[in-house]
């Protein structure tokens, strides 16, 4: 047992801005050894993602009082029993649903959730169904299994993915949740062909790495992408045409040049984003939506057009992946020079900023802002 300095969620559905009314609290609060299966990670570094945002909203309910952070990179410092492939000192990516590997979910090759991993990210457990986190004897939740808003973490062995000591913390981090979600929508879920033509709509951390991905990837074909970005910031358009774009519009242009493409990435989280993503898919293309919308918003498409047309709407959580097998390629291709995901990096914070830092998130002026551990 020791003691570590942690960002706790009390209750949701603070008023903004969250730096005056300050729903996460700095606590001193306990955490356990880890047990067997389970390692101990110091925290580096971990990411601020609209996830975490989600529940601070109440958009996304989970169980209270809980320590938020699942995209993050740390080393590992203490291995429970059983754990014999990493080692101690070893630089490892947080993953936020890990898998079982024993439901039929798990057997669908990523395109399932594992069940036994969602249902333990629901209960505020980890996958061995224990809470790790404590203060004053009362237990304390963990967010997707990771928690990483703290100085130290305990996670499942299935919760994390070793990376070469020659990763940078800041670039492992977003290799867990942001390029791994948006990477893996784009190429598990969207698959999609040389030439084609490429849509991301929506430039979060998680869409913007669907487009450094898209550049990566088009980079290696024959033949080329047409790769266009659509978001309702200039700035960000701005960002995503220095990053390699073909082409950046506001929604409002998108539809007023009845642009289409083949493969298009929805990542704004949004019903109208979504609407917009079916509208911009061309005839026999495949729209992908990973945005997180709050329970029970609703959209508007027409299925005709679906009919008529043989395009197809898929759903894809995590990325569709396997993060033992992709994380080990967006590495390989950070290695290379073809992902510099540096780029979507905005800004380090203290642990004692992190109401600010939601503030910067929630306003949408932000790709990817990380909380980063002396």
């Known amino acids: 047992m020791r003691t570590i300095t942690a960002a706790v969620?009390?209750?949701s559905g603070a008023s903004r801005p969250y730096a005056q009314s300050k729903p996460l609290v700095l606590s001193e609060i306990q955490l356990a050894d880890p047990g067997p299966g389970e390692v101990l990670v110091r925290i580096e570094a971990a990411g601020l993602c609209h996830s975490d945002l989600s529940v601070i909203e109440g958009n996304r309910p989970r169980p209270l009082p809980m320590v938020l952070g699942h995209e993050a990179a740390g080393i590992i410092e203490m291995l429970g029993e059983g754990v014999?492939?990493?080692?101690?000192g070893q630089r490892v990516?947080?993953?936020?649903?890990p898998r079982c590997e024993k439901c039929a979910a798990c057997a669908t090759g990523g395109k399932l959730p594992c069940t036994a991993g969602s249902a333990s990210n629901a209960a505020g457990e980890l996958l061995t169904g224990t809470r790790r986190l404590s203060s004053e004897g009362q237990p304390i939740n963990h967010h997707l299994g990771v928690s990483a808003f703290a100085s130290h973490a305990v996670l499942d062995r299935r919760s994390v993915v070793p990376v070469g000591q020659d990763v940078p913390a800041e670039v492992a981090a977003v290799l867990g949740c942001a390029v791994l979600t948006g990477g893996g929508a784009l190429l598990n879920a969207g698959k999609p062909k040389p030439g084609q033509t490429l849509m991301v709509i929506g430039l979060g951390g998680v869409g913007m790495a669907a487009l450094l991905v898209a550049i990566a990837q088009s980079a290696k074909w024959p033949e080329p992408a047409r790769l266009i970005a659509v978001d309702m910031n200039p700035e960000k358009l701005r960002?995503?045409?220095e990053f390699g774009a073909s082409e950046a519009y506001t929604p409002e242009q998108l539809r007023s040049a009845e642009i289409t493409a083949d493969?298009?990435?929805e990542a704004a989280g949004h019903p109208r984003a979504f609407e917009a993503a079916v509208r911009a898919t061309a005839s026999g293309g495949t729209t992908v939506t990973v945005g997180l919308p709050p329970p029970g918003a609703l959209a508007e498409i027409e299925p005709l057009a679906l009919t008529s047309s043989a395009r197809t709407i898929i759903g894809s959580y995590l990325g569709s992946a396997i993060p033992a097998r992709d994380i080990p390629y967006y590495e390989s291709l950070w290695r290379s020079g073809l992902l510099p995901v540096e780029k979507l990096?905005?800004?380090n914070r203290a642990l004692s900023e992190i109401n600010e830092a939601f503030d910067q998130l929630a306003d949408g002026s932000t790709i990817r802002q990380l909380i980063t551990f002396p």
């Open 9 to 11: 969620l009390h209750a």
């Open 84 to 88: 014999t492939d990493l080692h101690l």
């Open 93 to 97: 990516v947080s993953v936020f649903l």
């Open 239 to 241: 960002s995503a045409l």
């Open 263 to 265: 493969v298009v990435i």
């Open 345 to 347: 990096l905005c800004g």
